[in-house]
């Protein structure tokens, strides 16, 4: 939202005439108005591509982190797997089908209540 707002309050307060203008449209294009820092040369080369690739490292890290989260989870989900089928190593051997928790065979009739 704070990134948002940098952008569009300066494009806003323009038209209004409390900021100086940032962008210069014209036969070449549009041209960004330097406001905050003058860059020339190699400094005009340099500050974006250090941009750019803070960027790339930044997402990447972030998704490396998402994955290795994501990894802790699954290993818990499967120790807990593992726990409960300790809780209860005849329920194959009963025939009992994984989603039933009776233990009941496929077809076998249901008990009278």
């Known amino acids: 939202m704070v990134s948002l ?3 569009d309050a300066p494009l806003l307060l323009e038209p209004l005439g409390v900021a100086s203008p940032s962008y210069r449209m014209g036969a070449e294009g549009m041209t960004i108005l330097p406001r905050a ?3 020339h040369g190699d400094a005009a080369l ?3 591509t250090i941009a750019r690739v803070g960027t790339v490292l930044t997402r990447i890290v972030a998704v490396g982190r998402l994955r290795d989260a994501l990894d802790r989870a699954e290993h818990r989900l499967e120790l807990h797997r593992w726990h409960f ?3 209860r190593p ?3 051997a009963r025939g009992g089908t ?3 928790p ?3 065979r496929v077809g076998s009739p249901s ?3």
Do not use: K, S
């Open 5 to 7: 707002l940098a952008f």
């Open 37 to 39: 820092i003058d860059l």
């Open 46 to 48: 340099v500050l974006p």
């Open 85 to 87: 089928r300790q809780l």
């Open 90 to 92: 005849d329920r194959e």
């Open 98 to 100: 994984a989603g039933d």
């Open 102 to 104: 009776t233990g009941a």
């Open 111 to 113: 008990p009278v209540r």
